[in-house]
């Protein structure tokens, strides 16, 4: 599931306040998925949106431009916020070795911009029908602009850690909502996954969700249109 870390502090309750600023970039079933061999992050000053950074000697290009790709001048309006700006911008990726020793690739990317935080994963060979397997979960089968997609939600996990000392602990947070979208219009090739959360557990935002994913999914590299 998605996470987010909240911090308590026993000296009162402004440190949950402060506190909606920290993040694990896991989520879903892409937690599973998610092997963050390389992490870019950029993250805003007061008044100048994040941008991605740059590929390094050590990363691989993708990572960067799919953050670049998400990360894009209309993304406010998007979401839903546009007065406000993206305050982090972040991408990774690596290999991921299955039970059976399978080894498969994916790079992802995140923004956060005020509350809310955006992921987009690209699961590279995975297709729509074997990430349904993996899901488990209520899902919903649909297509989304002709390629075959599913929906599904989870709830996000906090960790609460105390500034005071002590053990920390974990509950449910609030609601990711998650859409998978194959690469083309067949269900055997590769897959997209957008996923929208809040910190603060406010309900995220569908229309936003699909309003991303209209925008930023075809500009991928290796997304086909469809018919």
């Not at 920390?168 to 219009?185: C, E, N, P």
């Not at 996923?195 to 229309?207: E, Y």
Request: proline share 5%.
């Amino acid at each position: 599931m998605s996470e987010d870390v909240v911090v308590a502090d026993k000296r009162g309750p402004s440190a949950w306040a402060q506190a909606a600023t920290a993040l694990l970039m896991v989520g879903g079933t892409a937690a599973a998925l998610l092997g963050l061999g390389e992490i870019g992050e950029q993250a805003a000053d007061a008044d100048t949106p994040a941008t991605c950074q740059a590929a390094t000697d050590t990363d691989t290009p993708e990572y960067p431009a799919l953050c670049a790709a998400l990360n894009r001048p209309d993304f406010p309006a998007l979401a839903g916020m546009p007065t406000e700006h993206v305050s982090h911008a972040q991408s990774g990726g690596g290999t991921i070795t299955f039970v059976d020793g399978t080894k498969k690739r994916n790079a992802t990317a995140e923004v956060q911009i005020g509350t809310l935080q955006v992921r987009i994963s690209d699961l590279h060979d995975l297709p729509v029908q074997d990430y349904l397997v993996l899901g488990g979960g209520p899902t919903t089968r649909t297509t989304f602009l002709g390629h075959p997609a599913m929906t599904y939600s989870d709830h996000t996990a906090a960790i609460y850690l105390n500034l005071g000392g002590g053990k920390a602990t974990t509950g449910t947070g609030g609601i990711a909502r998650h859409l998978v979208v194959g690469k083309d219009a067949t269900a055997d090739g590769g897959s997209y996954e957008l996923t929208i959360w809040h910190q603060d557990s406010a309900i995220p935002d569908d229309a936003a969700l699909f309003r991303i994913a209209e925008k930023v999914l075809p500009t991928l590299q290796g997304w086909t249109a469809g018919r």
